[in-house]
């Protein structure tokens, strides 16, 4: 696994002037390293903090895109955390529909269908607190893909339509398929309906979900291929909202599982948690985390040793490779740390 020597500033915090209208280039340094910002405070107020470090002010209807987890998932996001942040910009949460059921035996988990999935965003704390959003709740859209090696469009929930800007607020952990979920797979997967999460994770064969070909050679087949798909994928979201006014990307490192937050049942966190980093750099914020995991030394309460297996396993960093590769964003990146 490729690790980058990256600065740590602890000093004043960098800011970046960049413009929330049209916004079209992420943040760099004059050699052209992204910046991501860190803060290892994580927190309601630190999750504001990190926000307003990036200097990007989200601005119209804003989206935040989120994983509001899978029914008995107890790592994703809590509302509580994400609250201040969210009525700051006056943000709608959304989501999508997943495109697979949880199994017999947890229907009530279920997110696979837009009435059992309200249920679960119920039940985990965000319909009380948010306006929330199904994407694809009443229909799907094509968006335009620049890379087209494996599919020749993106398909998106229709309200995705309805916003002017995206905060892509992930939570960064492992994942079965992936190897990891950040950034890029939260823009990809995690924006996709359930139609295009098929064709992404079919690496472009399977334009409508087959339920009877789910997990089939047909849908996961070619592993590279799907890490390709979802970087192409996630560059067209982040085009489209680019298009509008703007797009920027924070991820929290915390109860870190090697499992997503769409595992029903994940795997025990044996990471510690770390802090929040955001950026206006998609491939540099992915790439900062996976090098803090490369970092982590194995004590009695901080073990990375089972999610970088996964990573590898998975071919995960390929998908960070390939983003960088079609010209979603850089590897090189420096971190600035907010904190006094």
């Not at 991501?36 to 994580?42: M, S």
């Not at 994770?201 to 409508?208: I, L, P, W």
């Not at 491939?283 to 073990?303: E, F, G, P, R």
Request: with cysteine.
């Amino acid at each position: 696994m490729k690790k980058i020597t990256f600065i740590l500033f602890a000093a004043a915090m960098m800011m970046v002037g960049c413009n929330s209208q049209n916004q079209e280039t992420p943040a760099t340094k004059a050699d052209d390293e992204a910046v991501v910002y860190l803060t290892k405070d994580i927190s309601p107020e630190g999750l504001v903090n990190i926000y307003k470090a990036l200097g990007v002010e989200a601005t119209g209807n804003v989206a935040v895109k989120i994983s509001t987890g899978e029914g008995s998932n107890p790592n994703y996001l809590k509302p509580e955390l994400i609250k201040d942040l969210v009525e700051l910009v006056g943000g709608t949460i959304v989501e999508c529909n997943t495109a697979y059921s949880s199994g017999p035996n947890d229907l009530q988990d279920d997110r696979n269908t837009s009435e059992n999935h309200w249920k679960v965003i119920e039940r985990h704390g965000f319909t009380p607190l948010f306006k929330v959003d199904i994407m694809d709740e009443e229909g799907e859209m094509r968006i335009p893909v620049a890379d087209t090696t494996h599919l020749k469009y993106d398909i998106v929930g229709t309200h995705m339509a309805n916003y002017d800007f995206m905060i892509a607020l992930n939570h960064f952990k492992g994942h079965p398929m992936g190897g990891y979920g950040g950034a890029l797979k939260n823009l990809s997967i995690g924006c996709a309906s359930q139609n295009g999460k098929a064709y992404i994770h079919s690496a472009g064969k399977m334009e409508v979900l087959d339920m009877a070909k789910l997990w089939t050679p047909e849908f996961i087949g070619d592993q590279d291929g799907f890490l390709e798909s979802m970087a192409a994928a996630a560059q067209a979201v982040v085009n489209y909202f680019q298009k509008k006014k703007g797009i920027i990307y924070i991820s929290v490192m915390n109860n870190m599982s090697i499992d997503c937050d769409c595992v029903d049942h994940p795997a025990p966190v044996k990471l510690e948690d770390y802090g929040i980093l955001a950026s206006t750099d998609p491939v540099a914020l992915d790439q900062a985390c996976v090098d803090i995991i490369n970092q982590q030394k194995v004590t009695a309460t901080n073990d990375p040793t089972d999610l970088l297996s996964r990573i590898d396993q998975q071919h995960g960093t390929h998908t960070i490779d390939w983003a960088e590769k079609i010209g979603l964003g850089t590897k090189k990146y420096t971190i600035v740390s907010i904190d006094k």
